[in-house]
């Protein structure tokens, strides 16, 4: 139900709890298979949160790092509409995410290299923050299917 809503809508949330091994990550996988055999589409992502990674947001930007490596493997015309939106919204600041994101730059070309900002771990953090939510805002406009993403 979830997901039919999260088609007719804008964005749609839905959470998995339980303790650890009791298949949420099954559950998740084979949710995504149902989605793409039902409706035949869905790009579904996951991530998963490490006690011991030190980078802020791994999970998160360890899955659309994958999604980055998917795009420029899989689906080249799309991987260059995204390149071009995502040069056209986010100028010289998507650079700032190829650190995050190595994939990113398969997909953007050799023009952006990866940025260091010489600001504190706070500010570098909700940097971060606020440039994964406008590189979600503009590759959700290049795909008609609803990305999924499963942290």
């Not at 809508?9 to 055999?37: D, H, N, Q, Y």
């Not at 980055?68 to 493997?73: I, P, R």
């Not at 010289?92 to 260091?116: R, T, W, Y």
């Not at 900002?117 to 953090?125: E, G, L, R, Y």
Request: aromatic share 8%; hydrophobic share 35%.
């Amino acid at each position: 139900e979830c997901y039919q809503r999260a088609i007719s809508s804008e964005f749609e949330v839905a959470m998995i709890c339980g303790t650890s091994g009791i298949g949420k990550s099954e559950l998740s996988r084979e949710f995504a298979r149902s989605a793409k055999e039902e409706d035949g589409g869905g790009i579904f992502l996951s991530g998963r949160f490490d006690k011991l990674q030190s980078q802020p947001l791994h999970a998160i930007s360890a899955a659309f790092d994958n999604y980055c490596a998917w795009l420029s493997e899989e689906d080249r015309s799309t991987a260059e509409k995204v390149s071009t939106a995502l040069k056209e919204n986010m100028g010289e600041e998507i650079s700032s995410l190829v650190s995050a994101m190595p994939n990113l730059s398969h997909i953007l070309g050799d023009d952006f290299d990866s940025k260091q900002n010489d600001t504190s771990a706070v500010d570098a953090q909700k940097r971060l923050r606020y440039l994964i939510c406008r590189f979600v805002e503009v590759i959700s406009k290049c795909h008609e299917e609803p990305l999924i993403l499963f942290l």
